[in-house]
Structure formats: C-alpha cells, structure tokens
C-alpha cells in the first residue's frame, strides 16, 4: 500500500511562489531517495529535482536558482519551493520515490497541476 500524495498546484503568476509537498505513506520514507517531475502539454516528462537519502540535492539546468527541493524524514514528505516561476514551468508535477540501493520500483504520485499565467 505504498502511496505518494501530491499537493499544493494551482494557479499562480508569472514572478510568483509555490511550494509543493508530497506525503509518502506505506515505505521505509527515510530510504528512499525523492524526487520531483514535471510534464507539459505536448512535451516529455522531464527530471526537475532530486534529493537523496542524505539530502544531497540536484537540479534541472532550467529551475537552477528557482526551485529547492527538501524532505522532512518525521513527517515523510518531500517539498517543492518553486519561485520566480516563469510561463513555461506550467506542467503536471510528479513525485517519486526509489530505494537508495536502486532495486525494487519506482513510485508515482498521481501528480498536481501547476498553472502560471496572468
């Protein structure tokens, strides 16, 4: 019964904040190393952010400087801090989740939308 649960999308503006969150349940959360994926209409499903078991943290060249990813191991939840968001970071944003020794699968939230328009 392992679920990964989105939230925090919505509609904000060009120059705006959002953070996302996602909530794990049903895995060994500290374990797993997290991580955040975003696809756009019409375009690939891209790797956006990743944060290991021991909080070591990568990014995509495209939100370098924007975004932040973290996790909080007591709460089992992996964050989002999006900001200065630009039009073309609108996207459905994916979590994900993998064991650090890299065996068994991966682990798909079922996604939150995240509009930037004015």
């Known amino acids: 019964q392992v679920q990964l649960v989105e939230s925090g999308g919505g509609l904000v503006q060009p120059g705006g904040s959002l953070r996302l969150s996602c909530a794990a349940s049903?895995?060994?959360?500290?374990?797993?190393?997290a991580s955040w994926h975003r696809q756009a209409p019409g375009k690939q499903r891209e790797l956006v952010a990743t944060?290991?078991?021991?909080?070591?943290?990568n990014y995509a060249d495209s939100v370098k400087g924007r975004f932040t990813i973290s996790r909080d191991n007591a709460k089992n939840t992996v964050y989002l801090e999006m900001n200065s968001l630009k039009s073309e970071d609108t996207a459905v944003y994916y979590c994900?989740?993998?064991?650090?020794?890299?065996?068994?699968?991966?682990?798909w939230g079922q996604g939150t939308l995240v509009t930037v328009s004015s």
């Open positions: 994900n989740a993998k064991y650090w020794s890299g065996s068994g699968p991966s682990f």
């Open positions: 944060i290991t078991t021991s909080g070591n943290t």
């Open positions: 049903g895995m060994n959360f500290r374990s797993n190393v």
